[in-house]
């Protein structure tokens, strides 16, 4: 195990350098591996993040989640209607003007 008095192991190599194991190739491919294994981890989050924000945005949205109506929500924007009656029931309009737009609504159809 230790070395003799000129230093040498019993194996007749001086230890851990660069002769002993796999020496230059070793760390070569060690560090392609660890590359490939950086690359391969971007690449899956990168991948992940792009179809998460495309399912939020309806399918044709880019990274941003800028496609069609869609928007960040991944809901498609509410009709005149639906914000009439969103406001109706949060109890922004009496039953008067709720029922003068509706009908405003309904006549530009």
């Known amino acids: 195990m230790w070395g ?22 070793g760390w070569l491919m060690l ?6 294994l950086v690359t391969a981890i971007v690449v899956t989050v990168v991948l ?8 939020r945005a309806g399918g044709h949205g880019s990274a941003l989640g800028t496609g069609g109506d869609a ?3 991944g809901h498609a924007s509410p009709t005149p209607r639906q914000l009439l009656d969103e406001r109706y029931a949060r109890g922004e309009l009496d039953d ?8 405003l609504l309904r006549s530009g159809d």
Do not use: C, K, P
């Open 4 to 25: 003799d008095e000129d230093g040498r192991y019993a194996d007749g190599g001086y230890g851990w350098g660069m002769h002993d194991g796999w020496g230059w190739g």
């Open 31 to 36: 560090t392609i591996m660890l590359v490939l």
């Open 48 to 55: 992940l993040l792009r179809t998460d924000s495309s399912a």
């Open 71 to 73: 928007g960040w929500s």
């Open 96 to 103: 008067e003007e709720y029922m003068r737009r509706r009908e």
